[in-house]
């Protein structure tokens, strides 16, 4: 029995609308998405199509990532959330296939996921591979050992850096220019741990093994030395509270107003 699937079902409405009005473009949304029988197929399509190279043909890729996906249902879950935290969450996309197709945030945080269960079935030399490709493609650099949860929306994502040991909970939204990094020279645990619903604004660094709590926002352009409690809105170089997000998880709001409420 065939499994009705009706995000798939939307985005190959969506396409077939496009190619009804740009006849143009056609052959593109044929073989992005019209050609496959499922919403798997064609995500695994799309992203080999973005990180093959001279040495390491598309086809090699897309077998790598049909074999995570197949093995990790989880992978194609969190991408299905994904897709909509950015058609929730950003005005500019208006289509569902858009993230898959165009936004190079949403491309390397898939393939991100990919590397990451690279590096959990031990084969790092590959894991680090993807993230190699995936910096020079994407200007996005995640380390395949870092841990990040669904619902992320990576809007614009130039400039992105993710440590190792970092940990980014679900529903957060991370804008561009972004580092979650580590300070010194230490070992271990030396990135940072973001909360659920944060939402992390244009160029804010968040440095070392500090906590930032559930439901709270950092300010554009703001250096995170010291833990964040949840609920709270930070700014500022040393980044200091400013007030309280009047949403419970600012990241699917998008509000980038750092006046809020009263803390």
């Known amino acids: 029995m065939t499994v009705k699937d009706p995000l798939w ?58 074999q995570a996906m197949q093995s990790d249902a989880s992978i194609c879950d969190a991408a299905r959330s994904d897709i909509n935290a950015c058609y929730d969450r950003d005005p500019a996309c208006d289509t569902h296939f858009m993230p898959i197709l165009y936004f190079k945030g949403f491309q390397a945080l898939q393939l991100y996921r990919v590397a990451h269960w690279l590096w959990l079935q031990n084969r790092d030399v590959l894991a680090l591979y993807f993230q190699s490709q995936m910096s020079e493609q994407f200007t996005v650099d995640i380390h395949p050992a870092a841990k990040l949860g669904c619902g992320i929306m990576i809007d614009h994502a130039t400039g992105l850096v993710i440590g ?31 909360g659920n619903g944060v939402m992390i604004s244009t160029g804010a660094k968040i440095l070392g093994n500090v906590t930032v709590g559930e439901g709270a926002k950092i300010g554009a352009g703001s250096l995170v030395l010291e833990s964040v409690p949840a609920h709270v809105t930070v700014a500022g170089v040393p980044a200091k509270i400013v007030g309280a997000p009047k949403e419970p998880q600012p990241a699917l709001e998008m509000n980038q107003d750092l006046s809020d409420n009263s803390p």
């Not at 073989?31 to 086809?59: D, G, K």
């Open 9 to 66: 079902e939307t985005i190959c409405a969506e396409a077939r609308e496009v190619v009804s009005r740009e006849p143009m473009m056609s052959g593109f949304f044929d073989r992005a998405i019209l050609q496959h029988q499922s919403f798997q197929q064609a995500l695994c399509y799309n992203l080999s199509q973005q990180l093959h190279s001279t040495v390491v043909a598309a086809e090699i890729v897309a077998e790598v990532i049909d």
């Open 164 to 194: 190792e040991t970092a940990v980014v909970g679900d529903n957060v939204s991370i804008l561009h220019s972004v580092t979650l990094g580590g300070s010194g020279c230490v070992r271990g645990s030396r990135h940072p741990k973001i």
